[in-house]
């Protein structure tokens, strides 16, 4: 194939990339935006095969069975609360093919007669370090996700030192690389330091701020397939590597302005400790009103606009088809049901559309959160289902609190908050909510799917 039909096709497919992209800014458009995307990476990797170079076809269709077999059996395997660390998985394999794909086609050039050209040498090193720090990095953020490592932040005195130290140590041996490209070791100890790195970035980091690191690693293998790009001086690597990167950093941005915090404050300050003893005591003693899915149903019977807020125990207990059965049933009845969406709620962006996505609920009564606050004045019931720090009013009130400045979902403004969840436990923040002893509040305790369940049955034998 002629270089300039593969630029041109690698051109068609980082347009549908981009296409693809755009669609999945909306939910309506997300399943085109996906197949576009899909398509485009198809055109690529036909295009590459078939202008391959030395590796044989065996060896590819054997690496795409492979692959192929262990990508599917995690994808079926794996719970949907578990799906933040799986991500974060594969965004470290991704920086994992880069170092092992700059390291061999650096071996590749030093055995051709000419040698590496700076750029190349100068892209090799680059991909070698972001890479490596992306798969350790990644590595622990899918232990600590998953309870294998610890999810305290470690911290310990000098740390800021000992990164910079490793830094600088890596990018020395990264120099060594470019200038004598026959000292091959260097490379690997440059993706060791680089490990080291990776490991020590993210375990001072807490549990809870994981899927904003993910996140950030996401745009870091990003930025390490663009470099590998310049490695193989494939332009579609390069534009699909930045396209990551660029989305990646987006996401980070969008997350951390959810949260009201900056990145800094992510990466170097605690978040999550659980606050515990007195406190606690003195916002729900006495005050706190548990009710029971009859009563939660009589309460539906003669509200007229409902507003269900989901959060992440929605996803811990399944429920999103059972609160499916639950608004076709009110909207039958002629009662209004929308559905408010924090960007934050649950444990990645966009974890609640899918699942409602999933049980069928219409896009159009998805509301995001500025929508749903204008209309939570003249709601009759807002039902909060498995969400907490998201409907948290200290987010507004207590500038000292964790959680301060966070934009919330201001369930306490309906006339009548229902908050489904099995304890008066806190969420991800770790911190107490006063919503739960609020006087327009009623607890409904249990399983979130149980509790809707039990309401639905409630609803259609009154
Ligand atoms: P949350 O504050 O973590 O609270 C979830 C609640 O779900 C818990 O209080 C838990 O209470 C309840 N729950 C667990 N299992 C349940 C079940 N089976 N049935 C019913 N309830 C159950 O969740 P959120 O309000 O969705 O807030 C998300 C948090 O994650 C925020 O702090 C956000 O900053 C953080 N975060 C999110 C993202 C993201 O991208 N979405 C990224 C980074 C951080 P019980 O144990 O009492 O049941």
Redesign the pocket.
């Known amino acids: 194939m002629s270089t300039a039909l593969v630029n041109i096709i690698y051109l068609i497919a980082s347009a549908l990339f981009i296409f693809g992209l755009k669609g999945l800014t909306h939910p309506r458009t997300a399943v085109r935006g996906n197949l576009l995307g899909a398509t485009g990476m198809l055109l690529a990797v036909v295009v590459t095969l078939l202008n391959k170079g030395i590796v044989s076809y065996e060896i590819i269709i054997a690496g795409f069975i492979v692959g192929a077999l262990i990508g599917a059996i995690l994808a079926i395997k794996i719970q949907m609360t578990a799906m933040?660390q799986l991500v974060g998985l594969y965004n470290g394999f991704g920086g994992a093919a880069s170092v092992l794909v700059a390291g061999a086609a650096l071996i590749e050039v030093m055995l051709a007669q000419n040698g590496p050209d700076m750029q190349t040498t100068v892209a090799t090193v680059a991909s070698g370090l972001i890479g490596s720090v992306t798969f350790w990095g990644s590595l622990i953020a899918f232990g600590k996700l998953q309870g294998l490592v610890t999810e305290k932040a470690v911290r310990y005195t000098g740390e800021q030192i000992v990164k910079i130290i490793l830094l600088l140590a890596a990018i020395a041996a990264g120099v060594v690389v470019v200038m004598q490209p026959d000292q091959q070791q260097f490379y690997w100890i440059l993706v060791g330091i680089a490990a080291v790195l990776g490991v020590l970035l993210v375990m001072p980091i807490g549990g809870?701020?994981?899927?904003?690191v993910i996140?950030l690693l996401n745009s870091y293998s990003g930025l390490a397939a663009t470099a590998t790009g310049f490695v193989l001086q494939n332009n579609v690597l390069i534009i699909a590597g930045s396209l990551v990167g660029a989305s990646g950093l987006i996401l980070t941005s969008i997350?951390c302005k959810?949260?009201n915090r900056s990145l800094a404050n992510v990466l170097f300050g605690g978040f999550?400790e659980v606050e515990e003893g007195e406190e606690v005591e003195d916002i729900y003693a006495g005050k706190v009103k548990a009710t029971s899915p009859e009563e939660v149903a009589m309460l539906l019977e003669t509200a007229q606009r409902v507003v269900l807020v989901?959060?992440?125990?929605?996803a811990?207990?399944q429920?999103q088809h059972a609160v499916r059965d639950l608004f076709n049933l009110l909207e039958s009845n002629g009662i209004e049901m929308e559905f408010g969406v924090?960007?934050?709620?649950?444990?990645?962006?966009?974890?609640?559309n899918v699942l409602l996505a999933e049980a069928d609920i219409p896009y159009d009564k998805l509301k995001e959160m500025d929508e749903v606050n204008s209309m939570l004045g003249q709601t009759d019931v807002a039902i909060v289902?498995?969400?907490?720090?998201?409907?948290?009013p200290v987010a507004r009130t207590d500038p000292g609190s964790p959680?301060a400045g966070?934009p919330i979902i201001d369930v306490d403004k309906a006339k009548t908050v229902v908050v489904?969840?099995?304890?008066?436990?806190?969420?991800?923040?770790g911190i107490p909510?006063p919503l739960f002893a609020a006087d327009n509040t009623l607890m409904l305790?249990?399983?979130?799917?149980?509790?809707i369940q039990g309401t639905v049955t409630a609803l259609k034998e009154g």
């Not at 809870?208 to 904003?212: E, F, I, S």
């Open positions: 933040p809870a701020d994981m899927p904003v996140a997350m959810a949260m999550g989901p959060g992440y125990g929605m811990v207990s429920a924090h960007p934050v709620a649950g444990r990645m962006p966009g974890h609640m289902i498995g969400a907490n720090d998201v409907v948290n959680i966070m489904i969840k099995r304890s008066l436990s806190p969420g991800f923040a909510n305790f249990g399983d979130g799917k149980k509790m």
